[in-house]
Nanobody, 132 residues
Framework: QVRLVESGGGSVQSGGSLRLSCAASGDTGSIGCMAWFRQTTGTEREAVAN????????YYPGSVKGRFSISQDNAENTVYLQMNQLKPEDTALYYC?????????????????????????WGKGTLVTISS
């Protein structure tokens, strides 16, 4: 079992920055890929970044590419999501996720709109609110 705890959410103005953190504990050696998702009321949970244990960031959707950056500290079992040039449409509940499968498999699932089915562990989410 893996436990994920997010932190770093908050409220900022449009154009600002936030850095989210996700601390993983438990059987972290089983993790094949870490990811960040976000969700707003009435919408599907959307993947915004993922990263392999080797530190390769393999996916950003067009809506965040160039503004969001995922990184990790393996010694601390922590994954970060740096979010710059934030926009009101980035407002959402952000979830940390982990899968025992590879990032390649997760990416294929994202493309097929089935990413949620490939996630084995979820955090409880941290709220990000961007005001205009």
């Amino acid at each position: 079992q893996v436990r994920l705890v997010e932190s770093g959410g908050g409220s900022v103005q449009s154009g600002g920055s936030l850095r989210l953190s996700c601390a993983a504990s438990g059987d972290t050696g089983s993790i094949g890929c870490m990811a960040w998702f976000r969700q707003t009321t009435g919408t599907e949970r959307e993947a915004v970044a993922n990263i392999s244990p080797e530190g390769r960031a393999t996916y950003y959707p067009g809506s965040v590419k160039g503004r969001f950056s995922i990184s990790q500290d393996n010694a601390e079992n922590t994954v970060y999501l740096q979010m710059n040039q934030l926009k009101p449409e980035d407002t959402a509940l952000y979830y940390c996720a982990a899968t025992e499968k590879t990032c390649g498999s997760l990416y294929a699932a994202i493309v097929q709109g089935q990413a949620k089915l490939f996630v084995d562990y979820w955090g409880k989410g941290t709220l990000v609110t961007i005001s205009s």
